[in-house]
């Protein structure tokens, strides 16, 4: 983590500074104790995981890199410390609430209701819901899950897409809720689930870090609602965001952002070297073309 959060750069360098008259919360609590707390995943592939060393790594981490190296000099703290606090889908929200952490850097898609609890930053990626089941069920697509048990991750907006398809398609779906992503993908595996539903591309990190990547399938659907992911920070501080909201824009600008995204995405990562092959899709280009944080569900 020494060197991702290591020289600052020069592009970041330039920019409007914060004054520590005008700086809103989360920028003074910073300053004056020379640490941000940085909530992580630790399964959330590629987003914000647990590397070959069991240090957190990851595609938005990189991004929060940024951010830190900003804080450093606009606050003109360079001495400030990094620390490192993991989260899950249930406790993130009240971490940001209650302070104990200032920014998450996971794979948090926005949507109305969590604004009403927290901020966003413009959109870093844009998923769609998918189902992964085992290659050995025979199930195809989604209506084949009808009356059986699937699983979504605690605290994930998937709970109430799968029930939301489940009427939709009368399908009487069982949602059984797991602690974290690796709960979900072992129940999964180990046949307790017909199905775990949940954005495509953490279903694709998943997946792709299963020691048998070619027993799991996903199932054929197409749903057309797109989910856009950011860094999520405490609401009503806009002088903090507005900060984020900038680094995010300048590297979008500068073609930086394109680069840390193939890095994670289309090219191997730890720990073992896998690709998830998932290049960019045309929702987030226009989101990089023209950055924005505008949910529409």
Not at 7 to 26: D, E
Not at 116 to 123: I, L, R, T
Not at 231 to 255: N, R
Not at 264 to 282: C, E, H, S
Request: hydrophobic letters at 40%; aromatic letters at 8%; one cysteine or more.
């Amino acid at each position: 983590m020494a060197k991702m959060f290591g020289l600052l750069s020069a592009t970041l360098i330039t920019g409007i500074a914060i004054s520590t008259a005008q700086a809103g919360p989360t920028l003074d609590n910073i300053k004056s104790k020379r640490v941000i707390t940085i909530g992580y995943r630790e399964a959330s592939i590629p987003f914000s995981y647990l590397g070959a060393d069991q240090k957190p790594v990851g595609f938005s981490l990189d991004l929060c890199a940024h951010v830190v190296d900003r804080l450093k000099v606009d606050l003109r703290t360079p001495d400030i410390q990094i620390k490192l606090t993991p989260v899950n889908s249930s406790n993130r929200i009240p971490l940001i609430q209650n302070g104990t952490i200032d920014i998450e850097c996971g794979g948090t898609a926005s949507n109305k209701q969590r604004l009403e609890q927290v901020s966003f930053s413009v959109a870093t990626f844009a998923s769609q819901t998918a189902w992964l089941a085992k290659a050995s069920s025979g199930l195809k697509t989604p209506k084949d899950l009808k009356g059986k048990t699937v699983v979504v991750t605690q605290g994930s907006d998937a709970l109430g897409i799968a029930k939301g398809i489940s009427q939709e398609d009368d399908l009487n779906l069982t949602i059984a809720q797991a602690k974290d992503h690796a709960e979900s993908l072992l129940l999964l595996t180990t046949g307790r689930v017909a199905a775990w539903v949940e954005a495509d591309i953490l279903l694709a990190g998943m997946k792709a870090d299963y020691s048998k990547p070619a027993d799991l399938i996903f199932l054929k659907a197409n749903y057309g609602t797109i989910y856009y992911y950011g860094l999520m920070f405490s609401k009503d501080d806009p002088d903090f965001k507005k900060l984020v909201d900038d680094v995010l824009s300048k590297l979008m600008a500068s073609g930086e952002f394109t680069k840390i995204y193939d890095k994670w995405f289309v090219a191997a990562i730890p720990p073992k070297n896998i690709n998830l092959n998932f290049p960019m899709t045309d929702a987030l280009k226009e989101r990089v073309a023209h950055p924005s944080d505008v949910v529409n569900y």
